[in-house]
């Protein structure tokens, strides 16, 4: 039972890493501009589904070498894993791709569509979404499975403390590559000098949490500086959904304090709700932030860190009892829920999100799977400018960690966001309009490698 236990507790804690949002850091060799992806059906393997969007066209025959080459025709290894609409990729072999996750969900759903949609697009036979169902021997069981039907290209997404015996298993097939999704593929070991979860056993595709929290967090003090500009910072309350025994997620919460106490509130105005004892969902959100804001009934202006999806939901229902949802605002690093939310019609205290849409999450990870199964780059050659001076791996390795660009869902404009990146990706995932919309409006790529990624 405790195993048990664990092993959902480990998948919930999954759920903060993604949903979808992180720094805004990019690569020094930007991709080219912005190419629209082409949309292409296929058919589910285990329980993905259709993406839609509009027919593929032919690819181009312009003769390219490799997709988003430099000038000269070689390899430009920072964006070999974007998609290049110029490219003819059916000239390869075709691989087969899988999804495999250790616990299904909406959230791994939607990934799976975004998996699904672009396999084709890179030449790749889509073998399926496959959940262990929460059973870590099951998870690995399956990819053995995998392995045996042929499938070379993994997306892997388990309990990340099995991350090792994934690694020991993979190993054994040097034809196979494969890349994580939710959390740091990383191993475990701990120590002086040794980052959070452990040294890097491949490369990583998302956020960093600190940054999260500050993004978050940002945005909240502009909410407060424009909606309430005259109360003094110690009326202002500030609510940070936490899971302190994920260091990950938990890394958010030193990001939102730094940014709250240099915008000029209080430490003794700052509250943790920890969710460990009372559990990683709506209602264990709801009941760990319920008591802190009803104890502390003379703090009428509240700035709520959400954490995920769940967690902020929960916190705008407690200010909704209390009565306080004109006088707060929520902000999480997620999103999918705010905007099921406002296509709903509901707007309360839950007003922002720091956002990254799946279609642009699953690209470079699907990317990569293509880039190492045809030999153009390996895990250690991969993103050479997003390698982090400190953070690489062991014995000799140069894992990259490339980050992802992250925008603010607002209600005003997420709409636009959302359908730009429909366009982007030649997707239908979004039922808004595209009239209006240019794809120089926003930019798959983040700006610059952060300054942290280079040795003091």
Same mark, same amino acid.
């Given at each position: 039972?405790?195993?048990?236990?664990?092993?959902?507790?480990?998948?919930?804690?999954?759920?903060?890493?993604?949903?979808?949002?992180?720094?805004?850091?990019?690569?020094?060799?930007?991709?080219?501009?912005?190419?629209?992806?082409?949309?292409?059906?296929?058919?589910?393997?285990?329980?993905?589904?259709?993406?839609?969007?509009?027919?593929?066209?032919?690819?181009?025959?312009?003769?390219?070498? @490799?997709?988003?080459?430099?000038?000269?025709?070689?390899?430009?290894?920072?964006?070999?894993?974007?998609?290049?609409?110029?490219?003819?990729?059916?000239?390869?072999?075709?691989?087969?791709?899988? @999804?495999?996750?250790? %616990?299904?969900?909406?959230?791994?759903?939607?990934?799976?569509?975004?998996?699904?949609?672009?396999?084709?697009?890179?030449?790749?036979?889509?073998?399926?979404?496959?959940?262990?169902?929460?059973?870590?021997?099951?998870?690995?069981?399956?990819? =053995?499975?995998?392995?045996?039907?042929?499938?070379?290209?993994?997306?892997?997404?388990? /309990?990340?403390?099995?991350?090792?015996? #994934?690694?020991?298993?993979? %190993?054994?097939?040097?034809?196979?590559?494969?890349?994580? =999704?939710?959390?740091?593929?990383?191993?475990?070991?701990?120590?002086?000098?040794?980052? #959070?979860?452990?040294?890097?056993?491949?490369?990583?595709?998302?956020?960093?949490?600190?940054?999260?929290?500050?993004?978050?967090?940002?945005?909240?003090?502009?909410?407060?500086?424009?909606?309430?500009?005259?109360?003094?910072?110690?009326? #202002?309350?500030?609510?940070?959904?936490?899971?302190?025994?994920?260091?990950?997620?938990?890394?958010?919460?030193?990001?939102?304090?730094?940014?709250?106490?240099?915008?000029?509130?209080?430490?003794?105005?700052?509250?943790?709700?920890?969710?460990?004892?009372?559990?990683?969902?709506?209602?264990?959100?709801? /009941?760990?932030?319920?008591?802190?804001?009803?104890?502390?009934?003379?703090?009428?202006? $509240?700035?709520?860190?959400?954490?995920?999806?769940?967690?902020?939901?929960?916190?705008?229902?407690?200010?909704?009892?209390?009565?306080?949802?004109?006088?707060?605002?929520?902000?999480?690093?997620?999103?999918?829920?705010?905007?099921?939310?406002?296509?709903?019609?509901? =707007?309360?205290? &839950?007003?922002?999100?720091?956002?990254?849409?799946?279609?642009?999450?699953?690209?470079?990870?699907?990317?990569?799977?293509?880039?190492?199964?045809?030999?153009?780059?390996?895990?250690?050659?991969? $993103?050479?400018?997003?390698?982090?001076? /400190?953070?690489?791996?062991?014995?000799?390795?140069? &894992?990259?960690?490339?980050?992802?660009?992250?925008?603010?869902?607002? @209600?005003?404009?997420?709409?636009?966001?959302?359908?730009?990146?429909?366009?982007?990706?030649?997707? /239908?995932?979004?039922?808004?309009?595209?009239?209006?919309?240019?794809?120089?409006?926003?930019?798959?790529?983040?700006?610059?490698?952060?300054?942290?990624?280079?040795?003091?």
């Amino acid at each position: 039972m405790k195993k048990t236990l664990a092993l959902v507790l480990a998948l919930l804690m999954v759920l903060g890493l993604c949903a979808c949002a992180g720094d805004t850091g990019s690569t020094s060799t930007p991709a080219p501009a912005n190419q629209p992806a082409a949309s292409g059906g296929s058919s589910s393997g285990d329980s993905g589904s259709s993406s839609g969007g509009s027919e593929a066209p032919a690819p181009a025959k312009t003769g390219k070498a @490799y997709p988003n080459c430099n000038e000269d025709g070689s390899i430009n290894l920072d964006t070999i894993a974007h998609y290049d609409a110029e490219y003819d990729y059916t000239q390869n072999e075709k691989f087969k791709v899988a @999804y495999l996750v250790q %616990q299904s969900g909406p959230l791994y759903q939607q990934s799976a569509d975004a998996y699904e949609h672009w396999a084709p697009l890179f030449n790749m036979e889509w073998a399926g979404f496959i959940s262990a169902n929460g059973d870590t021997d099951m998870f690995l069981t399956n990819l =053995q499975t995998a392995i045996d039907q042929g499938v070379r290209g993994f997306i892997l997404d388990p /309990d990340s403390t099995i991350f090792p015996s #994934v690694l020991a298993k993979l %190993q054994q097939y040097p034809d196979v590559f494969w890349m994580s =999704q939710m959390s740091p593929p990383r191993d475990g070991a701990d120590g002086e000098g040794v980052p #959070v979860g452990g040294n890097l056993i491949n490369n990583y595709v998302g956020f960093d949490n600190v940054e999260a929290g500050r993004q978050v967090t940002r945005k909240l003090v502009e909410w407060k500086n424009e909606t309430y500009p005259d109360v003094d910072w110690s009326e #202002v309350g500030f609510l940070m959904m936490d899971y302190t025994l994920s260091p990950p997620l938990h890394e958010r919460n030193i990001g939102s304090k730094e940014v709250f106490l240099a915008a000029g509130g209080l430490e003794e105005n700052y509250f943790t709700a920890d969710t460990v004892s009372t559990s990683m969902t709506m209602q264990g959100g709801m /009941d760990a932030a319920g008591p802190i804001i009803s104890s502390n009934s003379k703090i009428k202006y $509240w700035l709520v860190n959400g954490l995920f999806d769940d967690m902020a939901q929960a916190a705008a229902s407690i200010l909704d009892q209390q009565g306080l949802t004109e006088t707060s605002c929520v902000a999480d690093f997620g999103g999918s829920a705010l905007q099921m939310q406002w296509d709903g019609g509901q =707007q309360d205290a &839950y007003r922002y999100a720091i956002f990254t849409a799946q279609n642009l999450y699953a690209e470079p990870i699907i990317g990569a799977v293509y880039a190492f199964l045809n030999g153009w780059a390996t895990p250690d050659s991969i $993103w050479p400018s997003w390698i982090k001076w /400190d953070d690489q791996g062991i014995d000799g390795h140069t &894992y990259s960690q490339l980050r992802l660009p992250t925008e603010p869902l607002e @209600y005003e404009t997420y709409k636009h966001y959302l359908e730009w990146t429909d366009m982007y990706a030649h997707a /239908d995932a979004y039922p808004y309009s595209q009239e209006g919309i240019s794809l120089d409006d926003f930019s798959p790529f983040v700006d610059e490698v952060p300054a942290d990624y280079k040795k003091p």
